[in-house]
């Protein structure tokens, strides 16, 4: 596995993936005008494209040996919610995938390590996520990188009001 930056000629390949991946686990909770206008707004090409070159962003790829996306995570050089912050300079996980074929082989431990090696780099404090509360696995996978429950917050898919559950660590 190799692990690099994103190209803005990656924006396609991410999209599908990030679409993906969350239907492989979120899409039954959801009616399809809500899903449809949810994957359209924040799993397009367009965006990710633009996420891409922000410079507010980093955007990390897992490749496999044949050249294929398998995972990807995006770290936000901003806090996603100030009102629970902990520490001065705080950034947002804002999303880590995997392709659901490949899951359970140490894709996400890799891109998290990434995640903290660039926290780190950039001065982080903190980085703060949010996880759906329904989602055991997901949390579980980020208690084990020390990441802890701080909040009870919201996620919305189209007009569907998720309960999620903002989680943190201090670096």
Not at 35 to 45: C, E, I, R
Not at 105 to 110: P, S
Not at 126 to 153: C, P, T, W
Request: with cysteine; aromatic share 10%.
């Amino acid at each position: 596995m190799i692990l690099r930056d994103a190209t803005p000629e990656d924006a396609t390949t991410i999209a599908q993936l990030g679409a993906d991946a969350f239907c492989a686990a979120f899409a039954h909770l959801y009616n399809q005008q809500d899903l449809g206008g949810f994957l359209a707004a924040s799993h397009s090409p367009a965006r990710t494209a633009a996420e891409i070159v922000d410079p507010g962003m980093r955007i990390r790829l897992a490749i496999d040996d044949d050249g294929k996306l398998i995972g990807f995570c995006k770290l936000v050089l901003a806090c996603g919610w100030p009102e629970h912050a902990r520490a001065e300079r705080v950034i947002e996980l804002k999303q880590l995938y995997t392709d659901p074929a490949v899951t359970g082989r140490g894709i996400g431990a890799a891109l998290m390590d990434w995640v903290l090696d660039e926290a780190r780099v950039q001065n982080a404090g903190e980085i703060q996520l949010s996880v759906y509360s329904d989602n055991h696995g997901a949390q579980r996978f980020y208690a084990r990188y020390g990441f802890e429950k701080v909040a009870d917050i919201h996620f919305m898919v189209g007009e569907q009001r998720d309960e999620e559950f903002l989680f943190s660590r201090v670096l």
